[in-house]
T-cell receptor, first 112, second 114 residues
């Protein structure tokens, strides 16, 4: 089955700096790669996703890149703000959701 | 609001007791998933329903765990003879429309086994 590894486990940045979180996956059949944000005590919520037919996707300050050959994808947050502080999870699946596997998470802290 | 309601939100029980969690998704026809999340970890897949049919079960789901989705609407997750290692957040999620792949999570049911 799919195995997703995520790095780093914790990340601390100064407000306004960029943050990068990286994930690798094992199953070459995976074609859907979402990123979820989970604030303390709350549910995971989708912030951006990418499919394998696309190399990069951007939504305001958030971007995701995908390298299918190397089986890794990354989340980039620019101009970080304190409200970006949360745990971020990457995931990979075949696009139908029943085999979605999550990384262990990255705790991002943005210091004002 | 993700259209997924879970209850109870928090359950404290003694080891050996049975517990049941309920998940109510907004629509009867979406796929429905159960995940378990422990502190410092990502959600771990437990099981998945397409309407009332349970199509996949993780190896994590021991014989003490059982899930149902009668009539393809709400779902229940029962844990029998609870153990301290069962303490976790149990998350229910529904799929989005079509084959988007996106999951919409409920707020979760936190289980504490004493």
């Amino acid at each position: 089955g799919e195995n997703v590894e995520q790095h780093p486990s914790t990340l601390s940045v100064q407000e306004g700096d960029s943050a990068v979180i990286k994930c690798t996956y094992s199953d070459s059949a995976s074609n859907y790669f979402p990123w979820y944000k989970q604030e303390l005590g709350k549910r995971p919520q989708l912030i951006i996703d990418i499919r394998s037919n696309v190399g990069e996707k951007k939504d305001q300050r958030i971007a995701v890149t995908l390298n299918k050959t190397a089986k890794h994808f990354s989340l980039h947050i620019t101009e970080t703000q304190p409200e970006d502080s949360a745990v971020y999870f990457c995931a990979a699946s075949n696009g139908f959701g029943n085999d979605m596997r999550f990384g262990a998470g990255t705790r991002l802290t943005v210091k004002p | 609001d993700t259209g997924v309601s879970q209850n109870p939100r928090h359950k404290i029980t003694k080891r050996g007791q049975n517990v049941t969690f309920r998940c109510d998704p907004i629509s009867e026809h979406n796929r429905l998933y159960w995940y378990r999340q422990t502190l410092g970890q990502g959600p771990e897949f437990l099981t998945y329903f397409q309407n009332e049919a349970q199509l996949e079960k993780s190896r994590l789901l021991s014989d003490r765990f059982s899930a149902e989705r009668p009539k393809g609407s709400f779902s229940t997750l029962e844990i029998q003879r609870t153990e301290q290692g069962d303490s976790a957040m149990y998350l229910c999620a529904r799929s989005g429309g079509g084959n988007t792949g996106e999951l919409f999570f409920g707020e979760g049911s936190r289980l504490t086994v004493l």
